[in-house]
């Protein structure tokens, strides 16, 4: 594929992400969500494919791009840059270069070729580092919290019912399907992609129209629901489909950060999905471990669990929202006892750079959300009835929890 310069980003011609609540972003980690021309966010229960793509606010950020600027929403591609590591730009570069032929870059769009789909907040989980926004059972928790009288009005309630938007929405589904023939790629991710219905009938309407096969697929599951019969007939159709696992540690840590799962049946519908990967050679398995304020004081016993389970890909993602979870914002005397543990982590070769530029990132990062993160933990553990302390005593002690 060639491209302008080394700071491009195909993304603003070829894709659009849903999010769980029906807005639209140029991908998935951009700051701001897409507007109209009065500043109106787009919302997929109304707007076009075609009225988003082309939109001002979509042909200024192409214009960014072909001028060599680096726009203000990506600031996470370009924070990860900087520490050395493969931003989701860098990645999407090599994903698609097989898919993408034509080589002239202009304010104009080019084919809507693929969509990152987040069709609602359905979610059995309520992790640490989510929220209402993402996760059903995480804004059901928060709700519960809020006084009687201001329920219906609160954040919690609306993400509740924002994120029913794909069961309820006819034009979405009717643009998706004059959109059909162009689709190459589709990710689903959370909710938990493998909880909604209204994936599988999109997947079955693609199989029935006779494009599945030159679509690939990427998932991201929470690994709590196992692969079924319907599902495997029905990925059988596709070019490819990879199954991402997001474990982000192991054991009594994985409970604890991502409320709700069992450590033991996330094993288990591992295995099935690697005796899928047998009978399906179009199947791929990945773990994808989002590095947080959580998980990265342990994260060199996840890497050597990581390498006794014969993932196809790791990709250690950084967390960037919300910011008082970042390992940016640690404190620096706690960055200082991470950096010399990591320093001397026993990893392999595929894990020790990755290693080095999640401590760059981390460094790089502006102390200043201690207070916050300690109060957000403590905030979470009363609620639940659970302790850091208890499950990670190391690193409890390490940032002053008590």
């Known amino acids: 594929m060639k491209i302008p310069h080394n700071k491009f980003c195909v993304l603003p011609w070829v894709s659009l992400e849903a999010s769980p609540i029906g807005t639209v972003r140029p991908c998935c980690l951009a700051d701001h969500e897409l507007v109209d021309d009065a500043g109106d966010k787009f919302n997929l229960n109304t707007a076009s494919f075609t009225a988003i793509q082309n939109s001002n606010h979509m042909q200024s950020l192409r214009q960014e791009f072909i001028q060599g600027t680096l726009p203000k929403t990506c600031r996470k591609c370009w924070d990860e840059e900087d520490a050395g590591r493969t931003s989701k730009r860098m990645h999407t570069l090599d994903r698609l270069k097989h898919m993408i032929q034509d080589e002239s870059w202009t304010l104009a769009a080019k084919p809507l070729m693929f969509l990152d789909l987040k069709l609602g907040n359905i979610c059995n989980l309520k992790c640490r580092i989510c929220g209402s926004w993402s996760s059903s059972t995480y804004a059901t928790e928060e709700l519960q919290a809020v006084p009687h009288e201001r329920r219906k009005s609160s954040y919690h309630y609306q993400m509740l019912k924002a994120g029913a938007w794909p069961r309820t929405s006819t034009h979405f589904w009717q643009e998706l399907a004059s959109n059909m023939s162009e689709i190459r790629y589709l990710e689903f991710t959370g909710g938990e992609p493998l909880m909604i219905d209204q994936h599988f009938d999109l997947l079955q309407r693609l199989v029935d129209a006779g494009v599945a096969g030159h679509i690939e697929i990427h998932y991201n599951t929470n690994g709590t629901q196992p692969p079924s019969a319907a599902a495997e007939e029905l990925w059988s159709h596709f070019a490819h489909v990879e199954i991402a696992f997001s474990i ?121 959300e201690s207070a916050t993160m300690l109060t957000q933990i403590q905030l979470l553990d009363t609620r639940r009835n659970e302790s850091l302390a208890r499950v990670a005593p190391e690193f409890a002690e390490l940032i002053g929890y008590e």
Not at 293 to 298: E, K, Q, R, S
């Open 248 to 368: 982000d540690d192991i054991g009594a840590r994985f409970e604890y950060q991502r409320s709700g799962a069992q450590w033991a049946k996330v094993l288990a519908n591992l295995e099935q999905f690697k005796h899928l990967r047998r009978r399906l050679p179009t199947i791929s398995l990945q773990v994808c471990s989002t590095v947080n304020v959580f998980n990265v004081y342990y994260i060199e016993e996840l890497a050597s669990w990581i390498d006794c389970q014969d993932f196809d890909f790791v990709y250690w993602n950084i967390m960037h929202d919300a910011p008082y979870f970042s390992i940016a914002a640690l404190p620096k005397q706690v960055k200082r006892q991470v950096t010399n543990k990591l320093c001397f982590a026993q990893v392999s070769d595929r894990h020790r750079q990755e290693f080095a530029n999640i401590l760059d990132f981390m460094n790089n990062g502006k102390s200043d």
